[in-house]
Structures are given as C-alpha cells and as structure tokens.
C-alpha cells in the first residue's frame, strides 16, 4: 500500500486550535493519513527533545515520517567554504530526522549558477555520495536520501539527472515532483500517457524494484517561462498536473511509494483527496 500524507500543517489544523507539530498526527490520523514530511527548509532550529516528542506521537498514531533538508543546500558550490556549509546543512537534518524515527531525507542537490551544467551535475553527484559516506561517518546511514526533481531550469535535477544520481549511488532514493516536472516541461503531465513516460524512465533507468519505493511530492503549480513559480491546490482547476491520471497507473504497476502532498495551505485535505482516488482505483482494479 501506499502512505499519503502532508509536508507541514494545513491552514484548517492551525483553524482548529491546534499549534505545535506534535498535535499534527492524531489530526492527520483521522484523515486516514500515515505520512509526514517535517520541514528544515529555511533551518535546522528544533530542539531535540522536540524532535524525539514529535517522533513518538507520530509513531503511536502509525505516521511515517521523512524530512526536507534547507533549501539552500548547493552541492555544486565551487567554494569550499559554502560546499562544506551545505555537507553540514544535510546531516543537521538527518541528526533531528534520526532522533524523530524516520529515513528519508529529501535534498534539493544544487543549482548551475556560473558553471557548465555537466560540471555542476558532476559536482552534484560527488556531493550526494560524500555526504552519504559523512553521514555513515555520524552514525547516521539509517538516514536515505532523496535527490528530488527541480521545477527552475537553473536547478540541478530535471528527471534525467535524478535517475542519473540514482543511478551512480544505489543507496538513494528519487523524490518525483510531478508538480516540479510539469512546470519544468511547461504543463508536461497533461494526462495518464505522460505521468506514464515518467514511471517508464524510472523503470527502465532504475529497475522496478526501486521505482515501486519512491518518494513523491504531488501537488498543482503555477509556471511561467523559467519553470515553477508557486504551488497551488487542488480546488484550482487551472492548474495541474492531476492526481486522478496517476493513480491507475501506481495501482496497476503496484507501486508502495510515501506521497507527499504539498499543496499551498491545503495539503492535508489534498493529500486525503488523493488517498480516495487511490482506493477508488484499487476498487476498480
């Protein structure tokens, strides 16, 4: 089976009275929910203590958790200084996701800046396996992760570059952003044909067994000519890509991936719609 779930708290648990993470999994629970994916986005600032309370709850409510590392991670910085900062970027998350029970890791690899592609994809490569060896260095190879696609044409890590990254370190799992390659390919994944390519490439490139256990974000985006610039919901019908062409195909491929909804303030809610078009595709299977 599949796990869905939010990154971060919908605007309806803050609505609710709720206000701390910890009270977010008996919430989400109730939604039928059993992922998470907590946020260090723009930091690493929770405390310990926080992190084991939230690991607990989430375990006791059956919630899997993962986390998104900073998102100024650059592992194609050419200064030293700024490429170790980011080496300690990652493994600050992986030490509170450690300490929270969950595995994967989601890291955005770099950006091209001033630099070739291909050297910037290079460096993005050796950067993902030097901080996988740091973080088995700490104690901490239990921590998985997960180079996602990119929506900016100046990102490191359209689809090609993240199979490739899988390709060249076993131990990594993909983070497909369908909404980031839709944006990229400017309103690509249109319908259940394309979303289809897509799981053939990570067939094809990485093998079923671990295609079938990839991380995904999903929501819908709003892109211009440069790719992504703002996510959006699905109550927006203007927007895509739509999870009703994907799931089908998860449930007639039998994928057991974590999806992450990160839709703009409605992530809970859109995550649950995307669980029941889930399970109506598995009843009519």
């Not at 699905?234 to 994907?246: K, Q, S, T, V």
Request: hydrophobic content about 40%; glycine content about 10%.
């Amino acid at each position: 089976m599949i796990r869905f779930g939010p990154a971060g708290n919908s605007q309806s648990f803050y609505d609710a009275g709720y206000n701390a993470t910890v009270q977010a999994f008996a919430w989400i629970q109730s939604m039928g929910l059993t992922a998470y994916e907590y946020s260090f986005g723009r930091g690493v600032s929770l405390g310990e203590d926080t992190a084991t309370a939230i690991g607990e709850e989430a375990a006791a409510h059956g919630v899997a958790l993962s986390a998104h590392a900073p998102y100024y991670i650059n592992l194609a910085n050419t200064d030293s200084e700024k490429r170790e900062k980011s080496f300690g970027y990652i493994l600050s998350a992986a030490r509170m996701l450690s300490l929270m029970g969950g595995q994967r890791l989601v890291v955005h690899p770099g950006a091209t800046r001033n630099l070739e592609r291909s050297h910037a994809v290079e460096l993005c490569t050796q950067g993902l396996k030097e901080a996988r060896v740091r973080l088995a260095d700490e104690g901490l190879s239990h921590i998985v992760l997960c180079p996602e696609t990119m929506g900016k044409k100046g990102q490191i890590g359209d689809l090609e570059e993240t199979l490739a990254f899988c390709e060249a370190d076993e131990a990594l799992v993909p983070c497909i952003d369908f909404a980031h390659i839709h944006a990229l390919g400017q309103g690509q994944l249109a319908d259940t044909e394309a979303f289809a390519q897509v799981l053939d490439a990570l067939e094809s490139r990485l093998g079923m067994e671990r295609a079938r256990l990839m991380h995904v974000h999903f929501s819908t985006i709003e892109y211009g000519a440069s790719g992504e610039k703002k996510h959006h919901t699905f109550a927006e019908p203007e927007y895509g890509p739509r999870f009703e062409h994907l799931a089908p195909l998860l449930v007639q491929r039998g994928y057991q991936a974590t999806i992450i909804c990160e839709s703009k303030g409605t992530m809970a809610e859109d995550a649950q719609a995307m669980l029941s078009l889930y399970q109506e595709a598995l009843a009519s299977q």
